[in-house]
């Protein structure tokens, strides 16, 4: 297993073409590309050349805001990132799909016979989706049921302001919306780190009333008094913070007596109604539920991915992994850190040296307590080993 990147800032195709693929020889197995579109040049020649000349049997492209690679992130400049695989006994399987081919599939299924792939076979996905033409949450919803605990990792698109100017490449497959990626089964093994950059604040509450994405009551009281008094127990800063976004963390598993990093999947706070007590988040809710209120800033993004990598170094008893991809939200960087290759230089800090490349997204993809979900201010990692 091998995993080889290069990342560029050249301004005409040659010279692109010539430093991501500097020192290359041999053929490879997977090439996933990423290309900022602030560029003079054409993406389609670009991919083009680069499969050809790179001798890569299967080459996916995606346009972004921001490219990572190995040592460094580059935002808002004309740029190009390229990971080049070798993958001994993997069997790769690229895809593409369009918003109608999804609203057909309606059974499991269909989506194995979509992929040719079974749940026993243990896949991985990597996926990048257009954000606006693709219904991204109805199409991990049917890849949780039918692939249950399988991870998926990538991000959308994050190259354009509007419906078709994004570019998603999958061989000789060019789409302006849709989703594409790849499915890996055979020797290698996908760990995940997905690092949502928030703190707990308060204690732990069960959802004791709710419909659809509304919680109208906390352990029996209105969800806005509950959230009112967690905050004036808090500090001055918390009560900024909670000014600018406030967040539910969503226990994957009520069951557990304690909670820590990554037992919640985070979602905003939409709006709550003080004279109903109601408060509107980012996803469906069920009464049962376990919820602990989370605010995020610079510090506690940067907090929270030191240590879910420390952790998960720890667990994997130092295994450095073969390679990595890095899916960063494009409110991270400099927007949020306000210093550049901040995410990449605490995950080479931690894991590296590794291989690694990724881009800046509109939305990432990873999972959180075993099942894959869409989330914003995340930076999402997939690490590969051998099985």
């Given amino acids: 297993m091998e995993f080889i990147n290069r990342i560029t800032e050249a301004d005409n195709s040659s010279q692109i073409i010539s430093e991501l693929l500097m020192q290359v020889e041999g053929?490879?197995?997977?090439?996933?590309?990423?290309?900022?579109?602030?560029?003079?040049?054409?993406?389609?020649?670009l991919f083009g050349a680069i499969k050809a000349r790179g001798r890569i049997h299967h080459l996916i492209c995606c346009t972004c805001a921001g490219?990572?690679?190995?040592?460094?992130?580059?935002?808002?400049?004309?740029?190009?990132?390229?990971?080049?695989?070798?993958?001994?006994?993997?069997?790769?399987?690229?895809?593409?799909?369009?918003?109608?081919?999804?609203?057909?599939?309606?059974?499991?299924?269909d989506w194995f016979n979509f992929f040719e792939v079974y749940p026993n076979e243990k896949p991985s996905f990597i996926v990048f989706a257009d954000p606006f033409a693709f219904d991204i949450n109805s199409f991990l919803a049917g890849m949780n049921q039918a692939y249950p605990g399988m991870p998926m990792v990538g991000g959308l698109a994050s190259g354009a302001s509007g419906p078709g100017e994004n570019i998603l490449m999958m061989d000789v497959e060019v789409m302006r919306e849709g989703i594409?990626?790849?499915?890996?089964k055979g020797n290698l093994r996908v760990e995940t780190v997905v690092s949502q950059g928030c703190r707990p604040i308060g204690e732990t509450f069960i959802v004791t009333k709710a419909q659809r994405n509304i919680i109208y009551e906390l352990a029996g009281r209105p969800f806005y008094k509950v959230l009112e008094e967690v905050l004036?127990?808090?500090?001055?800063?918390?009560?900024?913070l909670?000014?600018?976004?406030?967040?539910?963390?969503?226990?994957?598993?009520?069951?557990?007596?304690?909670?820590?990093?990554?037992?919640?999947l985070i979602r905003a706070v939409l709006g709550v109604e003080p004279q109903s007590?109601?408060?509107?988040?980012?996803?469906?809710?069920?009464?049962?539920?376990?919820?602990q209120f989370h605010l995020r800033d610079a510090k506690t993004a940067n907090d929270d991915l030191h240590e879910l990598l420390k952790q998960f170094k720890a667990k994997k008893q130092a295994t450095a992994p073969q390679g990595a991809f890095v899916f960063s939200c494009n409110g991270r960087g400099i927007?949020?850190?306000?210093?550049?290759?901040h995410d990449i230089r605490i995950i080479q800090h931690h894991l590296g040296p590794v291989p690694a490349a990724g881009f800046f997204c509109a939305g990432e993809i990873g999972p959180v307590g075993g099942t894959n979900f869409l989330h914003g201010f995340t930076n999402s990692m997939a690490l590969f080993y051998p099985q």
């Fill in 335 to 341: 927007n949020l850190f306000k210093e550049r290759d």
């Fill in 67 to 109: 490219i990572i690679g190995t040592d460094r992130e580059i935002e808002g400049r004309p740029s190009a990132s390229l990971l080049l695989m070798r993958l001994p006994q993997v069997k790769i399987v690229p895809f593409a799909m369009s918003q109608p081919v999804l609203e057909s599939i309606k059974e499991k299924d």
């Fill in 232 to 240: 004036n127990k808090g500090s001055d800063y918390d009560r900024h």
């Fill in 180 to 184: 594409v990626g790849v499915c890996l």
């Fill in 242 to 264: 909670a000014r600018e976004a406030i967040f539910v963390g969503i226990a994957m598993n009520e069951y557990k007596d304690t909670f820590q990093r990554g037992d919640f």
């Fill in 277 to 291: 007590g109601a408060g509107a988040v980012g996803d469906h809710m069920r009464v049962g539920q376990t919820v």
């Fill in 27 to 45: 053929d490879f197995d997977l090439g996933i590309l990423y290309i900022c579109p602030w560029t003079p040049y054409d993406p389609l020649e």
